[in-house]
């Protein structure tokens, strides 16, 4: 992917217009709506660099969202510093934590991993819970402004912009390259001289500053609380789901799975028949489990399926042929 | 092919030697502390008894790990449906005892029907399974939610509230209960892999499933009753808990993530692993929360993690587990 | 003799690679026929159509009947025991065990098996309790015909039984496949890249070259065929 063809370009400049525009005609409630959607992005673009591009499981990216939720918050409270710039903080701080994780990890792999990462998402949250004067406890901490939800959604979006734009970057050369081997085979990577713990260690760190990010922008969009319920194990879940549904290893349909996991919670609970929160449970979880049954490769090998369909339809087109 | 070279000796299981004398070396130390101090042993054999529900809940686990190397992150929720069906036959009139055999039915059937309806499709990739049982992790929660409600209920006690005094220590029938129930299920299932057929059939189809299928096993047979049988092991663990946290959807969780730190303590391939270290880790849960004043509620679960981090660090196999060779 | 197993225009790949082209033989019961032919030529493949390990187009008839399309847990039960490449030992397992499993499809009594087991292989019974893994090459070959006998099949397929075995080991393991063949009157198709061997111990032959057959007939004929001097042994 070198260069981008035409197509692509005017996709991508359509859509930045659609997304400049469509706040003005959307209400207070769905701005928000859709700036989770924005966050939900990012977070799992992150997931889908550890996961999908360098094979490593994580089920614990909930664990480096609240470090970054509350490096917002602190920040705000005892810096007073402008929120936005407590984003680039955020990424910082999370990155730097994604590396010191991400160097143990190098001795896990598959299960173990997801076990190590699972243990990180459990844990995390329970330390403002101890350290409750510094961290707030279980009522947490807030900031000192509360943005309005049409800065929400700018920022929010500027966001999942900017980093789609960084992950390109790092993916379409050497280091996706490197990272893409990583994930067919760690040995035979290693034996063409990928430095794996690099590598490795990089791709942790990348993608927990991008949970980072989302997370402070979680606590922003929670009308700036951040606590530790908000970061509790569903969190990393949720991104990790939403990063299967949108296919592993590919950028492509990474927003239909920050749609997916942003919006189906809403629409489930609209469901008469289910009707109560716990309905909207029993429809998550149906969906999750028969997206990965029907599409293993979520979304992107549907687009993918369809395109060669489309191809196909069209080569045996007696006109065209 | 194959390395035809004279093996070491050394394939099986390692119940090696400083393991053993570690664990020697726990004994006498506990042994010691209960002579010494009342407070102690009650701690401990409370320990025991929570640490038996963990053993076997890590059980189920480490079962389904050596058959189908995925971790079923839905156990603790099935093992919690399961006591809700329990529950719901006491209601229907049946005496806790009668409920409990036939809810282990149900809980088997329950356990294979899971696994070929939603596992089989998708058992080719790790990442997929992964994220099916954490579906099913919601799907069941969801789905008991909203049959049951949230809030508390409650169970005919199994073994009565009754407690027995020796010296100055007091002892439930509870948590005797408990121990004993959870021994006799693990020795059965033991017994049941060591010496019938079908145990021997499910070992092969574990160990070399294509070597299995040739000598005629159904390796996919195999995999459903391994999971019905971790289900029956669940649901005992449920059964088990339900006097102490009482039923409620999230009864099951934090046992799970307990079960979890337990099965990789003991080595996710080792049974006899997974029942010792959740006797370990209930054991010195409760001790440590007795005697070290930093170490409030808020800090059991990070301290169960830091174990299973330390554990995956130095000795990722755990205490009995086999040494992988990595495939090139 | 009755045909035991024919394979008609058999074809098999693994994945987009083609390993066998349309493969045709008969084994009659009670005989023994060698499949021979250099490395990669297919015979492996061949023994995985017809135990259903690999999956295959065109025909075979097991007894009589067509084999359809199963996997090898069912011919297993149909009475086609399949030693392969590698053995097919459960290293972790004790020799017992391993005996139990080559039984598992059996139902009934194995007193009896076990005692004629102990009459061809008479090591066993001391080792019974040790794992299989720490057997030599030698033991662990002979343990994978014994548990193949335990199946009581009436084929059996057979794998490279000589690999990395010194010569006076397959002196004795072709030895003891004679015995069940002439006392049991079990049917075995053999795969070998030691032709000389080979021929001398099978009543008929078959010559794999790129996933067909080139050459077929009784052994003593072969082994004064030409190309087969040249190519498999030697001279």
């Known amino acids: 992917m070198r260069h981008l063809p035409v197509r692509q370009l005017l996709v991508i400049g359509v859509a930045a217009v659609v997304l400049a525009l469509l706040p003005f005609q959307l209400s207070g409630y769905h701005q928000t709506l859709a700036a989770r959607v924005a966050l939900y992005f990012v977070a799992i673009l992150g997931l889908n660099i550890l996961t999908g591009y360098s094979g490593q499981i994580s089920i614990g990216h909930g664990a480096f969202m609240a470090i970054g939720g509350y490096t917002t918050v602190l920040l705000s409270i005892h810096q007073d510093l402008n929120l936005i710039l407590t984003l680039p903080v955020s990424f910082a701080v999370a990155f730097a934590a994604g590396i010191l994780v991400g160097i143990p990890a190098l001795r896990f792999s598959g299960v173990y991993l997801a076990l190590a990462t699972f243990a990180l998402a459990v844990s995390v949250p329970q330390f403002p819970l101890k350290f409750s004067t510094f961290l707030g406890g279980s009522n947490g901490l807030r900031t000192t402004v509360t943005p309005s939800y049409l800065w929400l959604y700018g920022v929010s979006w500027a966001c999942a912009a900017a980093s789609f734009v960084l992950a390109w970057l790092l993916l379409r050369g050497r280091i996706g390259r490197a990272f893409r081997a990583i994930r067919d085979s760690e040995v035979a990577a290693a034996s063409s001289g990928v430095a794996l713990p690099i590598y490795k260690t990089l791709a942790f760190g990348v993608s927990a500053a991008y949970a980072g990010v989302a997370g402070s922008l979680l606590v922003l969009v929670t009308n700036g609380y951040a606590q530790p319920g908000l970061f509790g194990i569903l969190v990393s879940l949720q991104i990790l789901i939403g990063a299967a549904v949108a296919g592993l290893g590919s950028l492509r349909g990474v927003l239909v799975g920050a749609l997916f996991i942003a919006l189906l919670p809403t629409v489930a609970a609209d469901v008469p028949v289910i009707g109560s929160t716990h309905g909207q449970d029993v429809v998550f979880g149906l969906i999750v489990i028969l997206v990965m049954i029907l599409l293993p490769n979520g979304f992107v090998g549907l687009l993918s399926g369809l395109e060669r369909w489309f191809k196909t339809a069209i080569k045996s087109d007696p006109k065209t042929s | 092919m194959l390395g035809l070279a004279k093996r070491k000796t050394s394939v099986t299981t390692g119940g090696s030697l400083p393991v053993v004398a570690l664990l020697a070396a726990v004994c006498v130390f506990l042994a010691i502390g209960c002579a010494v101090s009342s407070i102690f042993a009650q701690q401990t054999v409370a320990g025991l008894a929570q640490g038996a529900i963990y053993g076997s809940l890590a059980l189920a686990l480490v079962l389904i790990y050596r058959a189908t190397e995925v971790i079923n992150f839905a156990q603790g929720e099935m093992a919690m449906a399961t006591t809700y069906v329990a529950y719901q036959l006491t209601i229907w009139g049946l005496t806790f005892w009668l409920a409990f055999f036939v809810t282990l039915l149900i809980a088997f059937a329950f356990g294979v029907i899971v696994q070929v309806v939603f596992i089989r499709p998708v058992q080719h990739s790790v990442i997929a399974v992964v994220i099916v049982t954490i579906g099913l992790f919601i799907l069941i929660d969801g789905l008991v939610t909203w049959k049951w409600g949230g809030e508390l209920r409650f169970m005919a006690a199994p073994f009565g509230n009754n407690v027995y005094r020796l010296g100055s220590v007091t002892l439930s029938r509870q948590d005797i209960g408990v121990l004993l129930v959870s021994i006799l299920s693990v020795i059965i299932l033991w017994a049941l892999f060591k010496f019938t057929k079908i145990g021997l059939g499910m070992r092969a189809a574990a160990l070399r499933p294509a070597a299995a299928s040739l000598v005629g096993v159904r390796v996919n047979w195999m995999l459903a009753l391994g999971w019905g049988l971790a289900a029956v092991l669940g649901a005992v663990a449920g059964m088990m808990t339900e006097p102490s946290t009482f039923l409620q959807p999230t009864m099951m969780q934090p046992i799970l993530l307990y079960a979890f730190a337990a099965a990789v303590l003991g080595g996710l391939e080792s049974p006899a692993g997974a029942a010792i270290g959740g006797v370990l880790i209930g054991v010195f849960m409760n001790l440590i929360g007795q005697y070290v004043d930093f170490a409030t509620a808020e800090l059991r679960l990070p301290i169960a993690f830091a174990v299973l981090l330390v554990v995956l660090l130095v000795k990722p196999n755990g205490l009995f587990g086999r040494r992988q060779v990595r495939r090139v | ?235």
């Open chain 3, 1 to 235: 003799m009755a045909e035991l197993l024919a394979l008609e225009n058999v074809t098999a790949r693994y994945g987009p690679v083609q390993a066998l082209h349309g493969v045709s033989l008969t084994v009659a019961e009670g005989e023994i026929a060698a499949l021979l032919g250099a490395n990669g030529a297919g015979k492996t493949t061949t023994l995985r159509a017809v135990s259903g390990t690999v999956r295959r187009d065109g025909e075979i008839r097991f007894a009589g009947s067509g084999l359809s399309r199963i996997g090898p847990d069912s011919t297993a039960r149909l009475g086609i025991a399949h030693v392969p490449e590698g053995r097919g030992t459960f290293a972790e397992l004790t020799v017992w065990e391993n005996l139990r499993l080559g039984a598992y499809t059996r139902r009934g009594a194995l007193k009896d098996d076990f005692a004629r087991v102990q009459t061809y292989f008479p090591w066993i019974d001391e080792r019974r309790h040790q794992q299989a893994g720490t057997l030599s090459g030698g033991e662990q070959q002979m343990l994978a015909l014994a548990r193949a006998f335990m199946q009581r099949p009436r084929l059996l397929l057979l794998d490279e039984p000589s690999l990395g075995l010194a010569p006076l080991l397959v002196t004795e393991i072709f030895r003891i496949i004679k015995e069940l063949n002439e006392h049991e009157g079990l049917t075995v198709l053999v795969v070998e890249q030691n032709a000389h061997i080979a021929l001398q111990l099978a009543q008929n032959a078959f010559v794999l070259e790129v996933g067909r057959i080139a050459l077929a007939g009784p052994s003593s004929e072969l082994e004064r065929h030409e190309s087969i001097r040249r190519s498999y042994l030697g001279y």
